[in-house]
């Protein structure tokens, strides 16, 4: 590090914009490999210790979360600007987040064990023995979000699904809210102490530079990177993890604009679309990655009425603080930008504050969406874009161009099946998840969540960051070929002390 | 294409090196644009196609192979110098392999179908119904490895595992045996005939340029690409696909040693232990990418005759044609350069025929193998090192040291079962696949097989590029939420058309 530049940084006021009292130290390079090396030392015993005790280890990290809510919600509250409400129930999710995966973990599933069974008598070559079950990659580093500093930072769904997969997690917090990621990564040493494990498990690394990120993705012994950010950050990042002499996995949560598309019949079966649509694009104040940023409607005069009706409803939105000044700027930026472009109208909140921004909803037709391929980039905050099509075989061709979203949502009634039938199959190709009659913001954390999609959703669209099956990022298979029984892992084993499913020469046996 | 540049090339017999009749054309950007238009343009067609309708076109291409099964093998052998019975052999692993895709495809598990159940009555808010299957990505590029004309090339296990999965597929035959690839390519388009399939489901392109390759990997409508052949060529295409304006998978298996552990109880215990390895090691000349490139052995009498046994047999090794021309002077300088090393003794075959190489064997001590990590390099071609350590600690050491391989395998018996397993773990670490009391030679074809491990030996050492699970590196998951019955796809509709299993919050029902 240049000896000149600074050694602590500091948090600021999202309200206020001052900075907030305690200093955070700027890690490097140095600690990087300090906790690199220390997480690679303990990530054998790690990946070997009981799935029960990963389970307990991530029951425990939940308890010392809702032990500590108070002071975490207050001082993410002072950071992010975001409500306590919303952040008590950020607690909530991350907690119950840590338990499904205590779950996952301790039903051994993960393992993914599959038998082939062996015959001697095969001709010409006999049939071997194998059995192949998931194991962990090793340390893996995490990177803390700006909007969820809870649930999608420190303790949230990156880290707890590879604590539970088995790999030693370094998180990178996110400089928008350090003294939230100091008081989490507390909670975790807090369990790893109670837990008789080691503290190298887990580490926080802080700081306001750029090469603190770079050296955690380049270094050797990281073998997987969980991050969940902007376009620009991530893509950087993961062009760092394919180019090293060993490209790692690099899951990516990146950006999306979530398309919407609304049938007239939906308009006329729903008098609260319109509330309900405004509600979503500007809940969390549109940080949200789910955020319904792009709706395309049909040329008609429900949707004339349903526009009107949003107009109306953003006028009287009351302005927004977002999560840091930057954020801001680049929002006000943006819509300005966009506002001033041909083609394009733009509502906006009337109440504005200095610090605070106005939501925006601009609408445009497909013609003028056609010609300005800027407008499919996401904007972050609370502002969206209808865009009004001519008939539905235009919204038909549309939905066939459209880039990578984590989400794609329809509105229709049975009166417009066959349409939603042709639309669904673009739907599929676009995104991880498709909902009907709903708004995608709000992502539930279950078994069959993909909270994922085609680039730049995700940089692996054959991965989910949220739900069960998250835990399969820091996991690859092995097979064991005629291995006895006192060698093989518990997983394989023919007695099957661990209790688990196994699929045997092609179906599940449980 | 520069207009100087010959529009046609050779195949070349391998064992004289002349060109063998017929020209192919040698295609380029151009046959990659029409291609993979045609591909897209067939590809929600084709992923839509039911499953007992795609495991019947797999059938089909089985079928075929064996019906020209004589043709295809006459061709092969002249255009790779692998002998006939081999090559009549590598027909029925093809055809097998390709009808282990079908009965997978046909059980529909492929779409791995997870429910969960929803709650309107759950506080603070209801909890959704959302379901969640796998999807074909849409097209895909396969490009053909040089020492498996069959089983790794044209209808090799990409290609099969990518159609089972519902992705149009383009070949990039492998110079080496283009006769073979455009043989077997007709028995792929007879096949879509006959199950009056499009045409542009599967296209073969040739050449001997590199823009082909480049073309293919970098094309906005291919979405994921299976690669076997050399680290250096792979990771060209590997960082090509990583470089895209859409990141796109690459499933490329490059390299491996497949590191082999001997302990002395097990050289006790099998008197034939030198001849399996020496057979194992010069198996398809030594062609094998499972080939036991490197066995670590205890310095102790049993090990003094184990190796001079071994090198008694390679002495009396007849000479190998290899594959091509280029494989062969590579061979050659490769080990004529280890040969000169320091710390090194090499034992050649004392039978030399102009064109033929010399099956060799190098011997070396622990000390001498960590002065020279070039040692840790694949060498194609029948060669192996014995490195001698000094003490079982020794070995435990050095395990830990390697970079990723397809395979790791260890001898030993009961009486050796502490240090065993004190191996195990390393070994679970750097491999895809252990082997226990056997040797790496020889991939089985099944539910539980892992082609893979870490890198170089794979890109994605999540994935197999052999076996059941191979479907899955062409399958991407996605989430319905709150979808009707009516709009929802059969693997998800609560009525189970298909008959598959599903995951129901969180446990297996049939």
């Not at 917090?173 to 109670?194: D, M, W, Y």
């Not at 939906?266 to 940023?293: D, H, W, Y």
Request: hydrophobic share 40%.
């Amino acid at each position: 590090m240049n000896p000149q530049e600074p050694t602590t940084f500091y948090a600021v006021n999202a309200f206020t914009g001052e900075p907030l009292p305690i200093a955070f130290p700027v890690h490097g390079e140095q600690e990087v490999n300090q906790a690199a090396s220390a997480a690679q030392n303990v990530a054998r015993e790690f990946r070997q210790l009981s799935n029960a005790k990963r389970a307990s280890l991530l029951c425990s990290i939940a308890s010392e979360l809702e032990v500590k809510s108070e002071e975490i919600v207050a001082r993410a509250h002072l950071e992010t600007a975001l409500p306590e409400a919303r952040l008590s129930g950020e607690i909530g999710r991350t907690a119950s987040q840590l338990r499904l995966f205590a779950e996952v973990v301790s039903s051994g599933n993960h393992h993914q064990a599959i038998f082939d069974t062996p015959n001697p008598d095969r001709q010409p070559l006999p049939k071997p023995d194998i059995r192949r079950q998931q194991i962990a990659i090793g340390p893996v580093a995490v990177f803390g979000a700006s909007n969820f500093p809870l649930a999608f930072s420190t303790a949230g769904g990156d880290t707890a699904s590879a604590l539970a997969a088995g790999c030693p997690v370094i998180v990178k917090g996110h400089t928008a809210h350090p003294g939230t990621s100091q008081l989490v990564a507390e909670c975790i040493e807090a369990a790893l102490e109670k837990e008789c494990l080691p503290q190298a498990i887990f580490t926080l690394l802080q700081g306001n530079k750029r090469a603190l990120g770079q050296a955690l993705v380049t270094h050797p012994k990281i073998k997987g990177v969980g991050f969940t950010g902007s376009v620009g950050g991530g893509r950087a990042l993961f062009n760092l993890a394919q180019q090293r002499p060993e490209p790692i996995p690099f899951y990516g949560e990146l950006g999306a604009i979530n398309p919407t598309f609304i049938l007239p019949s939906a308009i006329r079966a729903n008098a609260s679309l319109a509330e309900e649509f405004v509600a979503s694009m500007t809940l969390g104040c549109g940080q949200f990655c789910t955020k319904p940023g792009v709706v395309f409607v049909l040329n008609s005069p429900e949707t004339q009425a349903f526009i009107e009706i949003a107009q109306g409803l953003i006028r009287q939105q009351s302005t927004a603080t977002l999560l840091t000044q930057g954020i801001r700027e680049t929002y006000e930026s943006e819509v300005d930008k966009r506002a001033s472009e041909t083609g394009i109208n733009v509502t906006r909140s009337e109440q504005a504050e200095v610090t605070n921004v106005a939501p925006a909803l601009f609408v445009t037709d497909s013609k003028n969406w056609r010609k300005n391929p800027q407008w499919e980039e996401e904007i972050f905050g609370p502002q969206s874009l209808i865009v009004i099509c001519e008939d539905f075989d235009d919204m038909l061709k549309l939905s066939d161009s459209l880039t990578g979203s984590l989400t794609a949502t329809l509105h229709a009634t049975a009166e417009d099946e066959e349409q939603a039938k042709q639309l669904l199959p673009s739907l599929e190709e676009i995104a991880g998840r498709l909902v009907f009659n709903g708004w995608p913001t709000g992502v539930e954390v279950g078994y069959a969540m993909v909270h994922g999609g085609p680039y730049p959703a995700s940089t692996n669209s054959a991965s989910t960051s949220v739900g069960a099956e998250a835990i399969h990022r820091w996991l690859r298979p092995v097979a064991y070929q005629a291995l006895p029984e006192s060698l093989l892992p518990d997983s394989l084993k023919a007695s099957n002390p661990l209790g688990i499913q196994r699929a045997i020469d092609g179906s599940v046996s449980q």
